[in-house]
């Protein structure tokens, strides 16, 4: 069987990239590896363009679970520099979920979109046999604005701050404790604490502070292969080397003692809500402030350097070849 989550960098090259239907000319930025959005050129604007599976956690309440499905695949337009405005959502919901479920969480999501400035303007909803998992859809997000805003995920440059908000494995660490608190063998106080990192997975706003605060060269978020994952490609993508001090990487209550307990190494599962950024040193300490002061931690822990690849504390760092934390998932919801 496959590995589980994203496909690996080989597939993308050899089966996707090769083949993406029309080369049209107001394509300005096209699907790369690493690269979560696209960009088409529209009448000298640019239109930012980004597709993301929708995951509703019932366990997590209807409405959050609406606000929160709609963070994350609102961030990926965000960490373009570019603010999110429209939506379109296709929902394929299990037969069980009643009237009143899709309410609660649609009324979750929609009004986190009219917060977020965000428009929902097309849409598929329905109930179809055979859905089964929280995996109940998708969605597309665009964003409008000027090409000269655009920050991408390979645009840092040496000399550079590097920036992390909230630390690593903070979703994983939310959601195992609140969907299999018993599995976890920790005491009860310690799982709650760990199940306050849901209102971790946020980070359209912060995206957006940072950008506003000037200076930021690149964002990306720590889906997927966790912090890890993406310093690796964020450095690989601009060729140069990322130096970061371990001890200087935020890290919430609760995931350590949850990551030992689920034996992973925190730095390589999926995140969403943080925040990888590089930016200008003469604004790193600025972009920080501005973090800290809605609340969200941030640190600047390394550096920008002329060379490759990303090292901890001297020692490289390579990306995992698959993110642990789909093993775990599936073994827990099979017990």
Known sequence: M??????????????????????????????????DFGVLDIGERAVVVATDPISILPELGWRRAGRLALEIVL???????????????????????????????????????????????SGHTARYPGIDSSWVGGATVLGVGDHDDIVRPDGAAPGDDIVVTTGPAAEVTGLL????????????????????????????????TAFETDGVTA??????????GGLVEMASGAGVRFDIEADAMPLAPGVATVCEAIEVDPWTVTSAGTLLCTVESSHGEAV???????????AVVGTVTDGEGVFVDGERRSAPESDPSWSVFERFSGA
Do not use: C
């Not at 960490?79 to 649609?106: F, K, Q, R, Y």
């Not at 299999?180 to 310690?190: A, F, H, M, S, V």
């Not at 920080?288 to 941030?298: E, K």
């Open 2 to 35: 496959s590995d589980l989550g994203k496909i690996d960098a080989e597939t993308f090259r050899d089966v996707i990239y090769p083949n993406l239907g029309a080369n049209r000319e107001d394509v300005a930025v096209g699907p790369r590896h690493g690269v």
């Open 177 to 208: 404790a609140t969907l299999y608190p018993e599995q976890l063998g920790l005491p009860p106080e310690t799982v709650a604490t760990a199940q306050e990192r849901v209102a971790d997975i946020a980070a359209v706003a912060d995206a957006r």
């Open 219 to 228: 964002m990306h978020d720590a889906t997927e292969g966790g912090i890890a």
């Open 75 to 121: 961030t990926d337009v965000a960490v373009s520099g570019i603010a999110p405005t429209h939506l379109a959502v296709n929902l394929t919901l299990p037969p069980s979920w009643s009237d009143d479920n899709l309410e609660a969480l649609w009324t979750g999501l929609a009004d986190h979109a009219d917060r977020l400035g965000v428009s929902i303007v």
């Open 288 to 298: 920080v402030d501005a973090l800290d002061d809605r609340g969200t931690p941030a």
